[in-house]
């Protein structure tokens, strides 16, 4: 097959994949996905994607092993060695000494995989503050697009024996030397933060419950915010550019001013302003630097990504939205016929919203239980709080105060409601 009719049919897959699967590819490198996705295909004989894409419609259960075999989970505990060390002499410290003495602190490891980068954390932190005052102030969020990776990592349990040897079934392109699923841990840390079983190790499950895990797409979520470290390592290396430029951007968004960005060895940052400034470059660590202008914030809003220039006129309406957008507490607006019209990212994120959820009638979505009927509160003109709202998830329980605002036109004819959730992501428990 010609390399353009080949590439035609790459992208129909990932069309494919991104319009009935939810899945979008279309941002990652096509290097690395070209050999991932013909490394899949030389499995099971399998030699164009066109017959590939027809194979993954009839076989329900390969779409799973395909999202395994692309987004490769291969991790470890302090992974590069001499950085980790640098974390933990120079940024941590200064963390450390930037706060009052009992201040709060935030850490977010992005693209944790099977959790042994955020337990590596977990140690440094434990070391740095000590266990007691680590439980007490230290909030870690480890999110993964990979729900099977997260599931591994909420286990915090590790394996003592020795990784298989390679076999000629593995994948070459893949760096993997044979080594227990403990390696990279020094035996005093080991002892201290691990409880021993048979095989394995467990981390200490009170440490543990410091950890908020959740399903996070880079590419689509809003960021958490307020973070004092940014951890987020090995990930960007496989999004094209333009991706990275818009991760780089909410990751400045979820920083502290104050706050430190730790890459992967291979990763630099990508944007024509110095949204970061270098801390290390050897080790990949970044503060944060000029202010985000409003081109850089019209980068985060998918809906904008890309058609920047030709819409820039509308600027005043862009940036409004982009407001609404990047808003961090959750919003949503509701018209007078009791639709859905908009949700901002933070809703997306916190409610599960699908892009389908635009437009239907508020009350068949779950969250309109949160709020009862639309209309009573369009009996005053005035804004209503409902407070201390519970709202349960499969894993937890959140309690949200609801700002219901009246939205009227100048002619004082009622158009619908904007709904703002505060106190959500902040409040939720393990
Ligand atoms: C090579 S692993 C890196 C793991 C770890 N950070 C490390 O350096 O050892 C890459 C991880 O990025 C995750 N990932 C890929 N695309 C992502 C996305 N769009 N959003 C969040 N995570 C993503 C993959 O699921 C995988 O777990």
């Known amino acids: 097959m010609d390399l353009p009719q080949a590439n035609q049919e ?6 494919y994949l991104k319009n009935s699967r939810g899945c979008d590819l279309t941002g990652y490198k096509r290097s690395s996905l070209l050999r991932r996705f013909r490394f899949r295909m030389q499995q099971i004989n399998i030699n164009s994607y066109q017959e590939y894409l ?25 992974r590069d060695r001499s950085s980790w060390d640098y974390l933990a002499k120079e940024i941590i410290p200064k963390i450390i000494a ?3 003495k009992n201040e709060s602190i935030r850490v977010w490891v992005a693209g944790c995989a099977s959790g042994e980068e955020v337990y590596s954390l977990v140690m440094l932190w ?21 729900e099977e990776a997260i599931k591994e990592a909420r286990q915090a349990t590790y394996q003592s024996n020795p990784v298989r040897e390679l076999s000629p079934d593995d994948d070459p392109t893949l760096d993997i030397v044979p080594h227990t699923e403990l390696t990279g841990i020094s035996p005093y ?25 959740a399903r996070h797409d880079l590419v689509k979520n809003a960021p958490i915010s307020k973070i004092d470290l940014l951890v987020c390592r090995n990930v960007l290396i496989y999004f094209t550019p333009e991706y990275q430029a818009t991760i780089f951007v909410r990751f400045h968004f979820a920083l502290k001013d104050t706050g430190f960005l730790f890459l992967g060895k291979a990763e630099s940052i990508i944007n024509n302003r110095a949204i970061f400034t270098p801390i290390s470059l050897k080790h990949r660590i970044y503060a944060k630097g000029l202010d985000l202008d409003l081109n850089d914030h019209l ?18 309406n862009f940036f409004w939205q982009t407001a609404f957008e990047i808003n961090p507490l959750p919003q949503i607006a509701v018209n007078l ?5 908009d949700a901002n990212e933070a809703a997306h994120l916190l409610f599960g919203l699908k892009l389908d959820d635009l437009n239907r009638p508020f009350n068949q979505l779950e969250l309109s239980k949160l709020v009862g009927e639309m209309k009573t509160f369009y009996e005053n003109p005035h804004q209503v709080t409902l407070t201390d709202v519970e709202w349960h998830t499969a894993t937890d329980t959140k309690y949200f ?16 409601a904007i709904l703002t959730f505060s106190d959500s992501v902040y409040k939720l428990h393990n």
């Open 54 to 78: 027809k194979y993954l419609q009839n076989n329900s259960e390969e779409w799973l092993t395909l999202l395994n075999t692309v987004l490769i989970n291969y991790t470890g505990f302090f």
């Open 299 to 316: 980068l985060i809003n998918p809906k904008t990504h890309f058609k920047r220039s030709n819409e820039r006129q509308d600027s005043k």
């Open 10 to 15: 790459l992208e129909s897959l990932l069309n």
């Open 98 to 100: 930037s706060k009052q």
């Open 337 to 341: 016929h009791n639709y859905l019209i």
């Open 401 to 416: 105060d609801i700002s219901i605002v009246p939205v009227y036109d100048k002619k004082k004819t009622l158009l619908g």
């Open 126 to 146: 434990a070391e740095a503050l000590g266990i007691e005052s680590c439980l007490e102030r230290v909030q870690f969020y480890a999110t993964d697009i990979d």
């Open 189 to 213: 840390l080991l002892n201290k933060y691990f409880q021993h079983h048979k095989d394995s190790y467990t981390f200490d499950p009170q440490l543990r419950r410091t950890i908020i895990f």
